[in-house]
């Protein structure tokens, strides 16, 4: 083979290489737009049925009776202890995962946290609250998981 030919047969063989790696490069990076719009749609479910949950929890407290505190407080709190793991989760997998939190997620998730720190303080009030008291209780605590459904909603709208 003449010097002209090994040259022509490398430069092809380059040009073939490029040529993969760049369809490779190609298919990895439109496979990771993918991924990412799976879990950003994951997520955005997840906060769908989290807001819908909460909804319903609220609607409860607000339409339970005297009689039925007691029994309303014990899924409340069942609930309650779950969102406090999920919003710890968060935490853990999101925030701590990020080398500078803005400002804005920081605030949302801190007034997530608080609400939910309150509503906690609620559970040891509950059993407490006296008939006369009840009505007036009930819809502070359902407002409470409304405020705290509204930044959840925030804390998700900066990510």
């Known amino acids: 083979m003449t010097k002209a030919k ?8 380059l040009n073939g290489f490029l040529l993969i ?3 490779v490069f190609s298919l990895s990076a439109c496979n990771y737009q993918q991924v990412e719009k799976e879990e950003t ?12 949950e909460i909804n319903d929890l609220a609607q409860e407290i607000r339409e339970s009776t005297f009689e039925q505190k007691e029994e309303t407080k014990a899924k409340v709190k069942e609930r309650l202890e779950e969102m406090n793991e999920e919003l710890e989760d968060y935490k853990n997998d999101v925030l701590d995962e990020m080398e500078e939190v803005p400002e804005e997620i920081q605030s949302s998730y801190n007034a997530a946290e ?4 309150e509503l906690n303080s ?5 059993s407490e609250t006296s008939e006369e008291n009840w009505e007036e209780f009930k819809n502070e605590v359902s ?3 409304q405020e705290f459904q509204q930044d959840i909603e925030n804390l998700f709208d900066h990510k």
């Open 143 to 145: 407002d409470n998981f």
């Open 21 to 23: 790696f760049l369809f």
């Open 114 to 117: 608080e609400k939910l720190a």
């Open 122 to 126: 609620d559970m040891d009030e509950w």
């Open 41 to 52: 749609s994951e997520v955005e479910e997840e906060m769908q049925e989290l807001k819908e």
């Open 6 to 13: 090994i040259n022509n047969v490398k430069l092809l063989s």
